[in-house]
């Protein structure tokens, strides 16, 4: 787990459109928004000891994951997105990267967390509930193809 680079953007937005159906998937300048805006941090989920040479001499190891999280004025943390690369899904990774996400939001005076996953997305609605998300209320048509969207929050100890 590390810090999200600039130079990451490009693998972050492929990463984003292969986990995400065309409008619900951001477009470059949403996740861009996303990544800068005052209060967020992206959190980049990388193979370990699986690069060449060449490529850790550069640096460069391949990207399985990230998040994107915002802590607002009033203390209260909200998961923009989290994105794993189909083959590293059910390995790990999303579970790292939330915990990592919500370690750090507690270290910064977070109360609680919220986040949106749509009322469709059984995979998804599994995944925070196993790591304390529950439903607080529903958004019709929150998705640009019509479908709702449960808001889940989780209280920080």
Not at 82 to 105: C, F, K, N
Not at 109 to 138: M, P, Q
């Amino acid at each position: 787990m590390r810090d999200f680079h600039s130079d990451d953007f490009e693998t972050l937005w492929r990463i984003d459109q292969q986990c995400f159906a065309p409008g619900i998937s951001y477009s470059r300048a949403e996740l861009l928004v996303y990544v800068r805006v005052p209060g967020s941090f992206t959190i980049v989920a990388e193979e370990a000891g699986s690069e060449s040479a060449s490529e850790r001499a550069a640096g460069k190891r391949e990207i399985l994951g990230f998040i994107v999280a915002n802590l607002n004025r009033a203390r209260a943390g909200h998961i923009i997105t989290i994105d794993v690369v189909p083959q590293a899904q059910r390995t790990g990774v999303g579970s790292a990267l939330l915990r990592s996400a919500e370690e750090r939001l507690g270290k910064l005076g977070c109360k609680w967390i919220r986040l949106e996953a749509a009322t469709d997305n059984a995979t998804a609605l599994s995944f925070y509930k196993r790591h304390g998300y529950s439903v607080a209320r529903t958004l019709p048509q929150y998705y640009p193809n019509g479908v709702d969207a449960y808001v889940l929050k989780k209280d920080l100890p």
